[in-house]
C-alpha cells in the first residue's frame, strides 16, 4: 500500500481546470496504490490475481494482473531439466522493458516509472497471451501477443477496435561479472494502431449573438456543410528497447545500484502524447531513457535518476511567420531519500522522500516560444507490504 | 549531510520557470494561453498594424470575444491583458497575412469575468519580438454593457455551471413562453385585420437557449422580455432541467425585474433527478414563483 502526500508542488493552484472541470491543486494526499495479490502454482498450472483501490482519480478500485497459465517444469531426472515453460492468457504487464515488465511498483525505489514506459504502456498492462520460457534461471524470454490497447491510456482500453495484434517480446539473461552482478535484456514490438473515423455530419447553420444584442448580424452566421463520414484506419508501429541492471556490494556501506533502460519506438506512444500518423500526416518517433543510481547504507537509501523523453522527434510550430522545430522534450531529475523498515518476506515499510525537476516545453515565454513551466514537486510516500 | 540535503533540495526548489497559474483570477482571461504577471509593456519593438474589433460591446460573463488583425513580421507573440489587472496572456502569432506582404495574422479569444461591472473596458496589446522586445501598446476600447437585457418586465434565469436549464414563463393570456415558443405574440386569426409588421416585438420575448450544446459556450442565463407594456395580471415562472451536462449538481436563480424595481426572486438547486422527469418526457416545468403587474 502506498499513500503519496504531495509536500509542494510548483504548478498547484486552488482552481478547476477549464476544460474537464477537475481540481488543479497538487498539494495533496493520494492513496496512489492498494494492492491485494493472490498467486500460487501447482505442477502444471499457475495464476496471478492483483486487484488495485486508489484516489488518484477520485475514489476508484479495478483489477491488474488476471492471469491463468499452463505450466511445464521438467523434474530433475528428465533431460530438459532446467527449463520451465509458461502459457498464460488475461492481463499481464506487456513484455517490453524492465521496468515495464519485470519491476513491481513495491520494489521499485523511485515513486513511478520512467516517462518514456509510461507513455509508451499506460499502466503496464494489456490483454492477450504470452509464451514464457526459462532456462535455469539465467536467460527469460517472453513472447507475448496482445490487444495493443494498454489498460491505462488509448481510446480503447483493455478492447480491441482492429483485428490485428501486437507481438511483443524480451529476451534477458543475468550472471556476474566479478564482484559485479549483471542482468539485463533486449524487447521488441511489432504492431497495429487504430485511427477512428468520423460518422457522417449534417449541415449546421449557426448564428451566435457575439455582441449579445439579439438581433442577427452577417459577422455572426457561420454555416458548416454536411460532410461524409471518413473510415477508419490501421497504421504500422513498432519499438525496441534495452535494459541493463549493474549491482555491486560497496563494502562497509551496501549494495550500490545501476540502472540503464531505453526504448525506441515509432507511433507508439499512447500516453503522453498518442501516436495518430493517419491525421498527423506523417510518422510519430519518440525516443526515451532513464540512468538510475541508488546507495543503500543500511536501512538508508540515497539516490537519483535522469529520466528523458522525446514523444514527437519531429515536432513542428508556426511561429513568427514560419515553421520551426518545436521542443517537445520532457527531462526529469530526480532525487530521494528513502529508509526501509524489516525485509522480506516479513512485513516491511518504507518512507520515501523525492524531489523532482521536470524541464519540458509546455509554458511559453515572452515571445511566445516554448518554454519550461514550474512544475517541480516534493512528494513523500508511505509504503507498506505484507 | 542533512544541512547539505536541505540546502540542495530549497536551491532546486527555487527554479524559475513560466508560471503555471491559468490565470483564472484575472478579469479578463485567454484560455489556455501562457499568463505573465504585470501590465502589458509598451516598448520600441514591432508594432501591432491592425485591430479587427467585430463588435465594441461585450458582458459581463461572455466567453470566445474574438479579437485579431495584423503585426510586423517580426513580432513572435501579441501581449493582451485587460488595463487595470495584475497580469496578461501571450499568444503566438500566426502565418503570414496573404493580403498584406510582410505582416503577420494574430487572433485570440477571451472570457471576460462575470463580476466586471458594467461601463468602459479597456483591452491593451503589444507585440514582442522574439527576444521579447514590446512594442508600442495599442488599446481596444470596448464597453461592458449589461449583465441582463432591459425592458418594461424583465425575467432573468442564471444558473453557476455549463448545463442546459430552460426558463418557462406563462403570461396572463396563458401564453407560455419557452425554448419551444420563444414568443408571446400570437398573429391575428383568420379574417382579422393584419398586425403591423413589427407586432411581434410587443410580445414577451425569449432571448437565448442557453446551453442547449452543454458546449459551455455563451452566459449561463437566459431573459425573457416584454420591452413595453407587460400585460398586467398574474405570471407564473417554470424552469426545466434539461440536462445536466454531467454536474453532480446546479444552483439557479430567478429573478423578476419591473424597470428598476426586483419584483420577487426565488433560488435553488437542480439535482441530476430532475433532468429525468422534464418537459421534453412530456411533464410540465417546474413551478418556480408566481407574479402580480398591474
Known amino acids: 500500500m502506498q499513500t503519496d502526500w504531495t509536500v509542494h508542488a510548483q504548478d498547484s493552484v486552488d482552481q478547476l481546470a477549464d476544460g474537464d472541470g477537475q481540481p488543479l491543486n497538487r498539494d ?164 497495429t494502431g487504430f ?79 498518442p501516436a495518430d500518423p493517419v491525421t498527423l500526416g506523417r510518422d510519430q518517433r519518440a525516443l526515451g531513457g532513464a540512468v538510475t543510481l541508488t546507495q543503500a547504507w543500511g536501512p538508508l537509501t540515497v539516490g537519483g535518476r535522469a529520466d528523458h523523453y522525446a514523444p514527437e522527434l519531429d515536432a513542428r510550430e508556426t511561429r513568427a511567420g514560419g515553421v520551426v522545430r518545436r521542443d517537445e522534450t520532457f527531462t526529469r531529475w530526480s532525487a530521494l531519500v528513502a529508509w526501509d523498515v524489516g525485509a522480506a518476506p516479513d512485513p516491511r515499510g518504507r518512507l520515501t522522500v523525492e524531489y523532482t525537476h521536470l524541464a519540458d516545453a509546455l509554458g511559453r515565454d515572452a515571445a511566445g516560444a516554448p518554454a519550461d513551466l514550474a512544475n517541480d514537486r516534493v512528494v513523500a510516500r508511505l509504503q507498506v507490504a505484507f | 549531510m542533512r544541512r547539505l540535503c536541505l540546502a540542495v533540495v530549497a536551491t532546486l526548489c527555487a527554479c524559475e520557470g513560466a508560471d503555471p497559474d491559468p490565470g483564472l483570477h484575472l478579469s479578463l482571461r485567454v484560455p489556455g494561453a501562457q499568463v505573465r504577471g504585470g501590465p502589458v509593456r509598451a516598448g520600441d519593438g514591432p508594432p501591432i498594424t491592425q485591430l479587427e474589433v467585430r463588435t465594441p460591446t ?78 508600442p501598446a495599442m488599446t481596444a476600447d470596448l464597453t461592458v454593457g449589461p449583465a441582463a437585457p432591459t425592458g418594461d418586465l424583465v425575467v432573468r434565469l442564471s444558473w453557476d455551471a455549463v448545463a442546459d436549464l430552460d426558463l418557462y414563463v406563462v403570461d396572463p393570456a396563458g401564453n407560455r413562453l419557452g425554448p419551444d415558443d420563444p414568443n408571446t405574440w400570437r398573429a391575428p386569426p383568420p379574417g382579422a385585420p393584419p398586425a403591423p409588421p413589427d407586432a411581434w416585438r410587443t410580445g414577451g420575448i425569449l432571448d437565448r437557449d442557453a446551453g442547449a450544446d452543454c458546449d459551455g459556450a455563451g452566459v449561463m442565463a437566459e431573459h425573457a422580455v416584454w420591452a413595453a407594456d407587460a400585460p398586467a395580471g398574474t405570471y407564473a415562472v417554470g424552469l426545466d432541467v434539461a440536462s445536466l451536462c454531467g454536474q453532480a449538481a446546479v444552483g439557479w436563480r430567478v429573478e423578476v425585474w419591473r424597470g428598476d424595481t426586483r419584483l420577487t426572486e426565488a433560488a435553488g438547486v437542480a439535482w441530476p433527478e430532475d433532468a429525468r422527469v422534464g418537459v421534453a418526457a412530456g411533464a410540465p416545468p417546474l413551478a418556480v414563483t408566481t407574479f402580480d403587474v398591474r
Open chain 2, 58 to 135: 461585450v458582458r459581463p460573463g461572455q466567453g470566445d470575444y474574438l479579437l485579431a488583425g495584423r503585426v510586423a513580421a517580426t513580432a513572435a507573440a501579441v501581449h493582451v491583458g485587460r488595463v487595470g489587472d495584475d497580469g496578461h496572456f501571450v499568444v503566438p502569432t500566426g502565418v503570414p497575412d496573404p493580403a498584406v506582404e510582410g505582416e503577420l495574422q494574430w487572433s485570440l479569444r477571451f472570457d471576460l469575468a462575470p463580476t466586471v461591472a458594467p461601463g468602459p473596458l479597456q483591452v491593451r496589446l503589444a507585440a514582442v519580438d522574439a527576444a521579447g522586445r514590446s512594442g
Open chain 1, 195 to 273: 485511427h477512428a473515423g468520423t460518422p457522417p455530419s449534417k449541415e449546421r447553420f449557426v448564428w451566435r449573438d457575439l455582441n449579445e444584442d439579439g438581433v442577427v448580424q452577417t459577422s455572426e452566421i457561420t454555416s458548416t456543410p454536411p460532410a461524409a463520414g471518413t473510415p477508419s484506419e490501421t497504421f504500422e508501429r513498432w519499438g525496441v528497447g534495452a535494459d541493463l541492471q549493474a549491482e555491486v556490494d560497496v563494502p562497509r556501506v551496501g549494495p550500490l545500484r545501476l540502472q540503464l533502460e531505453g526504448a525506441l519506438a515509432t507511433n507508439l506512444d499512447r500516453g503522453l502524447r
Open chain 1, 28 to 191: 495533496a494526499f493520494v492513496l496512489r496504490r492498494g494492492r491485494l495479490r493472490a498467486e500460487g502454482e501447482a505442477p502444471f498450472v499457475a495464476y496471478a490475481v492483483e486487484l488495485d483501490v486508489n484516489t488518484v482519480d477520485g475514489a476508484q478500485a479495478g483489477f491488474r494482473q488476471v492471469e491463468a497459465a499452463l505450466r511445464w517444469a521438467p523434474g530433475e531426472d528428465a533431460a530438459l531439466h532446467g527449463l520451465e515453460a509458461r502459457l498464460g492468457a488475461g492481463v499481464f504487464a506487456t513484455p517490453f522493458g524492465h521496468s515495464v515488465y519485470v519491476e513491481r511498483d513495491g520494489e521499485r525505489l523511485l515513486l513511478e516509472r520512467p516517462l518514456w514506459a509510461d507513455a509508451l504502456f499506460p499502466g503496464q498492462l494489456d490483454v492477450g497471451a504470452r509464451l514464457d520460457l526459462r532456462w535455469q534461471n539465467w536467460v527469460h524470454l517472453t513472447v507475448a501477443v496482445v490487444n495493443g490497447q494498454p489498460l491505462g491510456g488509448g481510446a480503447f482500453p483493455g478492447r480491441d477496435p482492429d483485428a490485428a495484434k501486437d507481438v511483443v517480446g524480451r529476451v534477458a539473461t543475468r550472471g556476474a561479472l566479478g564482484p559485479v552482478r549483471l542482468g539485463g535484456g533486449v524487447s521488441a514490438l511489432q504492431g
